[in-house]
């Protein structure tokens, strides 16, 4: 093939990246088809949506990212002006950081540990009554905390810290994949829709209106009931049904986009409405794409811990909306379990939206920063 | 002024309304009677515990409750007792479901509103200060306390709550009472806690929307003008710059009524024990309680509806440049 | 237009603030106290009771179609039973004249009621509304009353029900063809339906699901302490006082104004609750038990219960096949420290179980049952020993199940991993949702066959998927253990794991039939029953548990035991 060959077969699908996507978006598809009727588990159900994710950030956002450096560093200065965004970002990478290499120097969450359980965090001290059957009266015992178990135990034992960090591994992955395939599906339908305008818009834009209309909450719970939670359904629930207000804003951005000069000067050349949509409307609409992003990860973690905390997370897995719900029923007495989980996903959500913010502002070009 | 086209696009949009009810309506309810639980599930084991077959026993009860005829004919006998204005049996609560969410909607109803009318009240006021005094150090701590609102898990928030406000200082009762009259002072007090809890939740959205479109106004013409008039800073901000930014304002205030009065209020409503709207249709999920739960969501479908089409009116008649066709 | 909305806007907001301020600046005291009405001079009625649950509501006041407790215990609270028992499991007339009379063959059963029942449009409740209530409505065939199968027995190979017949206007009799000596207890219970109302029903099930009627209590008259007031869904049961009560014509029972059910979504509000004085009573977990025990307002009783804990062997084909043999099941009961379970999950609150039949129980006897799990038969080594015997020395690796979200039942399963493996058995735990359980590892069908699955299809099925082992709660009717059978006998409908052997089986058969007429041999049956089962460790009995009730300190009356609440309509406050 040569280089001409290449170039021509790019422009027929809008691009270089795309044409590198097809390829691997058959592969993909493939394998996934292959696993579910033919051989036993090559990736788990998780590990698709990340390798979808992955192909799609790589192509789509890292690479222009890397091919428009001076563009980007412009940007981080901006940024880094905002000094809660700074933070959020710190705070954010101490997370990641904490998610992937917290379980080398953590114990196993799920090891329960009858005879050092409700222990409390260092520095503080419980007492605990077990009753006598025989003699009806109570023996105490005053438990104190210890570095072996730096922020305690739950009334099973498991330490809290390995829980925790379990947990941030959790969210993360879900607000990441959640948010991505909202994203993703947001962006497509609010810019094709955008675009092409008429009746594609109209019937998109009804299939988005009875999309919205679903209460969200109401719908998430009765799926996962009667389906089952596993960690992989919900994200991929929380992502279908979360896409409505991304491709609402998507398109009014797009159609206002879609009147401006460089467009009709694509289209006067001559280029095909895929091209025009892949090349030129969406690396336009990405600043808003990733500040939308950035926004509704908090809301996609706090879904996930709400559905943990009534009780349709994933029981296999150790998530902080989990932690939670076992911990606010004895918040009087082992008051640890709720208050720190509590606290990491307050903090966590506060750090995307002050970044999410700050992009915003940032991409602003209205906004003197 | 004339808006000749008007009238054809409320019919259109209504017929759309109509359609996209109907089609939710289906949805939900295929959703709900496909799967793979059954309302006799409780029955099970204490039944099979005095040797009944289990088969025997799930189409007795669902016999009942005229679960066991097929699909298609429950749709068709349920659709037309809807327009009847027959709602169905609940059979989880033993109500007629008319009378269920009769009962149990003013309850949601008024934690939503006054949550909504905190969070507006308190998140403009702050967007306004905010944009008016961008950038200083009252500006960051007010977004900043917006924000905490929004990030505080309002399930987490609720408990902790209850537990400082009524445990430890006795201030409020420890759950909310039905059995004080509605329209009372007594009833206002018992909901602060839960609208503090659901309000800070939504107080962010409004804060940040204000401040934003305050800000785009700000930078207006018509500003400069005002204060070259000399006119007081605060009749330019508060007459000129913010009657700009109210209609979209209240267009949001009002989604967030109709759109979350069943369901998103559900944690709000366990924690306090407010029998609302949010917890009847969540336990009628878990309890396969298909007449409420289609109810439900069919009311709650069509509330934001038609709340979207009244916007979208209002936008009509109030920007003369705004047209659909 | 604009304006408009705007001033709208401005007075809502005004009118609310205003409201909020009026009320944060006149807050009354702040001082955390039960907030009673002025409580009245003793004996007299008044006050309003508030019993806390955060078991979930009731499905139904029809109570004849329910088959959750809430339902029946609501609607208990408006009509009595023939007769109750106090916690000595002495007889305590309700609606009966007298208790039930049993005929020497032990195949009629006499029941007289008492003469001044009435409904509440005034007409007499007699012999007919009962004995209708059995025919008519509990036998038929278009109500499936769930409990039927109580009132039915194999007569030649055939399911038949049992005859009521009516003798006069207060007498009616029930016969039966085979003899059931605890049958008694289940005419004890009878509650009936009036049959001016039903009768208007009959045949339509779906009417009388919907009948108001029934829905609302509206008939109950003078038959129980209290009259439905209000039932708001999710919410409270509320129920007032009723002056008619048979029982209270000359106490003036009961004595509180009202008696309100309220739900709590959560336990730890319902605890909140009672410690902030908003609620009269409530069940009170075991970790919290010792933090009420040392608030001074707070009384708490600690109760015997009937529901047990268990930790059953898969006897099917697709459980281990170790668990088959007698000495492997010892081994593993050997192993599991109850008392290390009572403490640690149950926080102290429970009692070792070796058999089915709890310590309150008439007929329960400790001679001759094997106690494993409690010293000296807690034994790692001789664990082990067993094992080997049986040929198994290489590592096993275990499934045990059971349901997610229940921490006893998880708590449990971790304990028994922790132990199982120190006599070299490797436990993985699986904690799936209810229904789950119910479905894929409880019910069971034979393979290669059409037949419906069912808790048990016999000895050879098997359930969708494997398991070895399952933690569980049973409830057991003390005076009637012999309805253990649907578990341990092998056609018993619950006999989920799999269990069978003939003498069991023949012991079961015998305290069901004329042989157990005689107390005194009844008792030697259950006594040799306890012995052979816990010898043969079909499943392992973990723990009966115990509940602690915490009530206000004004409640008076209360007499703790297993069943407190027989004489609740003559508690009152101080």
Do not use: C
Not at chain 1, 55 to 81: A, D, F, G, H, M
Not at chain 3, 304 to 333: C, H, M
Not at chain 3, 445 to 451: A, H, R
Not at chain 3, 531 to 547: G, H, K, N, T, Y
């Amino acid at each position: 093939m040569t280089k001409k060959g290449i170039k021509q077969l790019a422009g027929k699908v809008g691009g270089i990246k795309n044409l590198i996507l097809i390829p691997l978006a058959t592969l993909w598809l493939l394998t996934l088809l292959l696993d579910i009727f033919f051989v036993e588990r090559i990736f788990s159900p998780l590990g698709y949506l990340y390798l979808a994710l992955g192909i799609v950030v790589l192509l789509y956002v890292v690479w222009p990212l890397y091919t428009s450096r001076r563009l980007v560093q412009y940007y981080w200065q901006r940024v880094k002006r905002n000094r809660l965004a700074v933070l959020g970002l710190g705070f954010i990478l101490f997370l990641i950081l904490l998610a992937i290499f917290g379980p080398l120097f953590t114990p196993d969450p799920t090891a329960a540990n009858f005879e050092g359980k409700n222990m409390p965090p260092v520095g503080f001290s419980s007492e605990e009554s077990i009753y006598n059957a025989g003699t009806g009266q109570f023996i105490t015992k005053a438990t104190s905390g210890s570095w072996e178990h730096p922020l305690g135990t739950d009334n099973k034992g498991r330490d809290l810290l390995a829980m925790i960090v379990s947990g941030a591994g959790v969210s993360l992955q879900v607000g990441l994949l959640a948010t991505g395939i909202a994203v993703a599906l947001g962006t497509l339908i609010g810019v094709v829709s955008a675009y092409l305008g008429g009746k594609v818009d109209n019937i998109l834009m009804r299939f988005t209106d009875i999309m919205m209309t679903f209460p969200f909450f109401l719908l998430l719970v009765f799926i996962i009931f009667i389906f089952g939670p596993s960690l992989a359904f919900i994200v991929l629930v929380i992502g279908l049904t979360g896409w409505t207000g991304v491709a609402r804003l998507i398109r009014s951005e797009t159609l206002s986009l879609r009147t401006r000069e460089f467009i009709l000067a694509a289209k006067a050349l001559g280029a095909s409405d895929g091209r025009i949509i892949l090349a030129h409307l969406v690396p336009n609409v990405v600043s808003l794409i990733v500040v939308i992003a950035t926004l509704s990860i908090p809301g996609v973690i706090l879904a996930e811990a709400a559905l943990s905390f009534i009780g349709l997370g994933d029981p296999a897995v150790t998530s902080w909306g989990m932690i939670l719900r076992a911990g606010q029923q004895s918040l009087d007495i082992t008051w640890w379990v709720a208050v720190v989980p509590g606290v990491m996903l307050f903090l966590t959500v506060l750090a995307f939206n002050f970044v999410g913010d700050g992009l915003r502002d940032a991409f602003d070009p209205r906004s003197s920063v | 002024m004339r808006k000749t086209w008007l009238k054809d696009y409320i019919i259109k949009r209504l017929f759309y309304a109509v359609i996209i009810a109907w089609g939710i309506l289906t949805i939900t309810f295929i959703m709900v009677r496909v799967g793979p639980s059954s309302p006799a599930d409780k029955y099970l084991a204490n039944l099979a515990a005095r040797g009944e077959e289990p088969a025997q026993v799930i189409e007795a009860i669902e016999a009942r409750y005229g679960l066991d005829k097929p699909l298609h004919e429950q749709y068709i006998s349920y659709v037309g007792n809807l327009a009847r204005g027959d709602w169905g049996w609940s059979f989880s609560t033993s109500m007629p479901v008319t009378e269920l969410i009769k009962t149990h909607w003013i309850y949601s109803f008024q934690l939503i509103l006054l949550s909504t009318i905190l969070a507006a009240l308190v998140g403009i006021l702050i967007g306004i200060y905010s944009a008016v005094r961008q950038y200083s150090k009252t500006d960051y701590i007010a977004t900043f306390f917006s924000f905490i609102g929004i990030s505080i898990p309002n399930f987490w928030l609720g408990v902790m709550l209850i537990l400082l406000f009524a445990v430890q200082l006795g201030l409020f009762k420890t759950y909310y009472d039905t059995a004080v009259p509605l329209f009372s002072l007594a009833n206002l007090k018992q909901l602060i806690l839960p609208v503090v809890t659901l309000g800070t939740g939504m107080m962010a959205g409004y804060t940040r929307y204000t401040r934003s479109a305050m800000l785009d106004n700000l930078r207006k013409d018509f500003v400069r003008t005002a204060r070259a008039k000399g006119l007081p800073e605060t009749t330019v901000i508060g007459k000129h710059v913010f009657r700009n930014a109210v209609l979209p304002l209240v267009t949001i205030i009002m989604f967030d009524l109709g759109s979350i009065v069943f369901g998103g209020a559900y944690l709000t409503e366990i924690i306090f024990g407010i029998p609302g709207l949010g917890r009847i249709s969540f336990n009628a999920i878990f309890a396969d309680d298909y007449a409420v739960v289609v109810a439900v969501t069919l009311i709650s479908a069509f509330l934001v509806l038609l709340i979207n089409l009244a916007t979208d009116i209002a936008y009509a008649y109030l920007d003369p440049r705004i047209r659909y066709d | 237009m604009k304006r408009v909305l705007y001033i709208l806007l401005l007075v809502v907001i005004y009118w609310y603030v205003s409201a909020f301020s009026l009320l944060l600046f006149h807050s009354p005291s702040v001082v955390s106290q039960p907030k009673q009405e002025a409580p009245p001079p003793a004996k007299e009625a008044g006050g309003v009771f508030i019993s806390g649950t955060s078991a979930g509501d009731a499905e139904t006041l029809n109570w004849i179609l329910a088959a959750d407790s809430a339902s029946l215990s609501y609607a208990g609270h408006t009509v009595d039973p023939l007769v109750t028992y106090d916690n000595e499991w002495r007889l305590q007339l309700r609606t009966a004249a007298r208790d039930v009379e049993v005929s020497e063959d032990g195949l009629v059963y006499t029941v007289t009621i008492r003469d001044d029942l009435r409904w509440s449009d005034g007409s007499k409740v007699t012999a007919e509304d009962y004995a209708y209530t059995l025919e008519s409505l509990m036998f038929s065939d278009w109500l499936n009353y769930p409990y039927k199968s109580d009132w039915q027995e194999e007569v030649g190979g055939e399911t038949v029900f049992v005859t009521p017949q009516v003798v006069d206007e207060t007498t009616f009799t029930i016969t039966r063809q085979t003899v059931y000596p605890e049958f008694i207890y289940t005419v004890r219970n009878l509650v009936p339906y009036p049959k001016y109302i039903a009768v208007k029903y009959e045949g339509d099930v779906e009417a009388f699901t919907q009948a108001p009627e029934f829905n609302n209590l509206t008939y109950t008259g003078n038959l129980g302490p209290y009259k439905f007031k209000e039932w708001l869904r999710n919410d409270k049961f509320v129920v007032e006082r009723n002056p008619d009560y048979y029982l209270g014509k000359d106490s003036g029972a009961p004595y509180f104004a009202q008696y309100i059910v309220k739900l709590f979504g959560t336990s730890a509000t319902a605890h909140a609750a009672l410690e902030a004085g908003d609620i009269t009573y409530t069940g009170i977990d075991p970790d919290k038990v010792s933090k009420f025990k040392k608030m001074e307002w707070i009384n708490v009783y600690t109760v015997p219960t009937t529901g047990y804990l268990f930790l059953a062997y898969n006897l099917r084909d697709n459980g281990w096949e170790g668990l088959k043999i007698k000495e492997v099941r010892q081994a593993l009961s050997l192993a599991v420290s109850k008392e290390l379970i009572i403490e640690q999950v149950l926080y102290g609150f429970g009692e070792p179980a070796f058999s089915f039949i709890p310590k309150v129980s008439p007929w329960y006897v400790a001679e001759g049952v094997a106690q494993y799990g409690v010293k000296p038969l807690l034994d790692e080594e001789k664990a082990k020993e067993l094992l080997l015997n049986a040929g198994y020395d290489k590592p096993v690796k275990l499934t045990l199940v059971t349901n997610a979200g229940n921490d006893e039942r998880e708590n449990i399963g971790y304990l028994v991993k922790e132990r199982l493996s120190a006599i070299g058995i490797e436990v993985e735990l699986k904690f799936v949702p209810w229904a789950t359980l119910l479905r894929k590892y409880l019910m069971n069908k034979t393979l290669g066959t059409d037949e419906e699955a069912r808790y048990n299809n016999g000895v050879g099925a098997v359930s969708e998927e494997p398991w070895d082992l399952m933690v569980m709660g049973f409830s057991t009717n003390p005076l009637s253990p012999s309805g253990q059978d649907v578990f341990y006998s092998t056609t018993g409908g619950l006999n989920f794991f799999g269990y069978s052997n003939t003498q069991v089986d023949e012991l079961f058969r015998k305290a069901k039939s004329a042989e157990a007429l005689d107390e005194g041999a009844r008792k030697e049956l259950y006594a040799e029953l306890s012995r052979l089962i816990s010898e043969e460790q079909p499943v392992d009995f973990l723990a009966f548990q115990l509940a602690n009730a915490g009530f206000q300190k004004n409640v008076r009356g209360i007499e703790p035991g297993i069943n407190m609440g027989y004489n609740y309509h003559l508690w009152y406050f101080e």
